[in-house]
T-cell receptor, first 111, second 115 residues
Framework: QKEVEQNSGPLSVPEGAIASLNCTYS??????FFWYRQYSGKSPELIMS????GDKEDGRFTAQLNKASQYVSLLIRDSQPSDSATYLC???????????FGSGTQLTVLP | GAVVSQHPSRVICKSGTSVKIECRSL??????MFWYRQFPKQSLMLMAT?????????EQGVEKDKFLINHASLTLSTLTVTSAHPEDSSFYIC???????????FGEGSWLTVV
């Protein structure tokens, strides 16, 4: 069974703080990992993709991947109220590039 | 950039009727498209993989006779919910892998309400 698990949340952080979102996956052969942001009632939008062990930074966002531990995380620095959304971890789990999603973590950034 | 367009964005139908949702790749060809369903406060669950020119591959527990998928061209996949019931009310989202790299594009999603 291929699974992707996220810390359940909800997560609340004050404006300007660092938000840390975590995800583990069960398929050791997985190679591609994504973080999506989803606002209520909307389709997911891609925040970060990561394929190699280590850190990948893009603006206020940093994705971290540890394939040995089967762990991927997302850090959001200087969190803003507009970052309040549900964050979905996704892993490519098939040769056709279908995604398996985690359950999502609802983040609220308090002004 | 590449876009996946989904239509309709919202639809209300009566119980027992059928409703069709379209997913189009606008400036690239998609031999494969994916259909997801999302219930409120839950994550996206893959329903099926749509394959151009061949039968769709359904995930375990998804009724292929109820959720008909047609991928008749390289830019269009359709999902038809047949004999809809209120429990089919959900947010349906399609996606397609881009031509290059690992990019995956999502449609805007379709809210289905069955009354």
């Amino acid at each position: 069974q291929k699974e992707v698990e996220q810390n359940s949340g909800p997560l609340s952080v004050p404006e300007g703080a660092i938000a840390s979102l975590n995800c583990t996956y069960s398929d050791r052969g997985s190679q591609s990992f994504f973080w999506y942001r989803q606002y209520s009632g909307k389709s997911p939008e891609l925040i970060m993709s990561i394929y190699s062990n280590g850190d990948k930074e893009d603006g206020r966002f940093t994705a971290q991947l540890n394939k040995a531990s089967q762990y991927v995380s997302l850090l959001i620095r200087d969190s803003q109220p507009s970052d309040s959304a549900t964050y979905l971890c996704a892993v490519v789990t098939g040769s056709a590039r279908q995604l398996t999603f985690g359950s999502g973590t609802q983040l609220t950034v308090l002004p | 950039g590449a876009v996946v367009s989904q239509h309709p964005s919202r639809v209300i139908c009566k119980s027992g009727t059928s409703v069709k949702i379209e997913c189009r790749s606008l400036d690239f060809q998609a031999t494969t498209m994916f259909w997801y369903r999302q219930f409120p406060k839950q994550s996206l669950m893959l329903m099926a993989t749509s394959n151009e020119g061949s039968k769709a591959t359904y995930e375990q527990g998804v009724e292929k006779d109820k959720f008909l998928i047609n991928h008749a061209s390289l830019t269009l996949s359709t999902l038809t919910v047949t004999s809809a019931h209120p429990e089919d009310s959900s947010f349906y989202i399609c996606s397609a892998p881009g031509t290059f790299g690992n990019t995956i594009y999502f449609g805007e999603g379709s809210w289905l309400t069955v009354v």
